[in-house]
């Protein structure tokens, strides 16, 4: 089906660990993003990309790094995963510049413990 | 970058009343625009509605309607009638010129009750 998903749904890791969350979207979008949503803060970007192997930090980027080989998939890595990236992380793309807005994934929720 | 209010952390209403979420944005941009999105309680988030700074003309769509006032930077989301349905978390959002980056407030949970 054609959309943004974004895997896996839940996930729960501990303390150390690396752990990727995948995105991948079918609409060919140049932008895909990456934002965590904890109470309290709203949604808060950590990652951007424009296209393929051009990204760029957001707000909230330390601890995490993204690639993007291919337009259609962003995965985000947590290297050495620590308590306070528990979070729901939502992964978005969008067509030109985000005039449109934003089309989320269902998000996933980590569980760092 | 752009920074954006919304001091009603949460609101509850009655099914039939209005209801109207208050936004207060920040920005150094002359051109910028301005997005509101729900999350209901199944956590998707949905696009409702989009704004450019230099059309300050307020809209009505069907129950939504909003009031972008630059003069004050606020961006308010009035829902006539609620209805349990638009139980939900709302965010605003400003974007600036350069508007592939989204600045999120943290939102407000509305509560509405049969």
């Known amino acids: 089906d054609a959309g943004i998903t974004q895997s896996p749904r839940y996930k729960i890791t501990e303390t150390g660990r690396q752990v990727t969350l995948m995105c991948h979207q079918t609409w060919s979008h140049s932008y895909m993003f990456w934002y965590r949503q904890d109470l309290g803060h709203g949604l808060r970007l950590i990652y951007y990309?424009?296209?393929?192997?051009?990204?760029d930090k957001g707000e909230v980027p330390d601890g995490y790094v993204v690639s993007r080989s291919k337009t259609e998939n962003f995965p985000l890595t947590l290297e050495s995963a620590t308590r306070s990236q528990t979070s729901v992380y939502f992964c978005a793309s969008s067509e030109s510049r985000g005039w449109y807005g934003y089309t989320f994934g269902s998000g996933t929720r980590l569980t760092v413990v | 970058a752009q920074k954006v209010t919304q001091a009603q952390t949460e609101i509850s209403v009655v099914e039939k009343e209005d209801v109207t979420l208050d936004c207060v944005y920040e920005?150094?941009?002359?051109?910028?625009?301005l997005f509101w999105y729900k999350q209901p309680p199944s956590g998707e988030l949905v696009f409702l509605i989009r704004?450019?700074?230099?059309?300050?003309q307020n809209e009505i769509s069907g129950r939504y309607s909003w009031n972008f006032q630059k003069s004050t930077s606020s961006f308010n989301f009035t829902i006539t009638a609620s209805q349990v349905v638009d139980s939900a978390v709302y965010f605003c959002a400003p974007a600036g010129d350069n508007f592939n980056k989204f600045y999120f407030g943290s939102g407000t949970k509305l509560n509405v009750k049969p």
């Open positions: 704004r450019n700074s230099f059309d300050e």
């Open positions: 990309s424009a296209a393929a192997d051009i990204t």
């Open positions: 920005t150094r941009d002359t051109t910028y625009y």
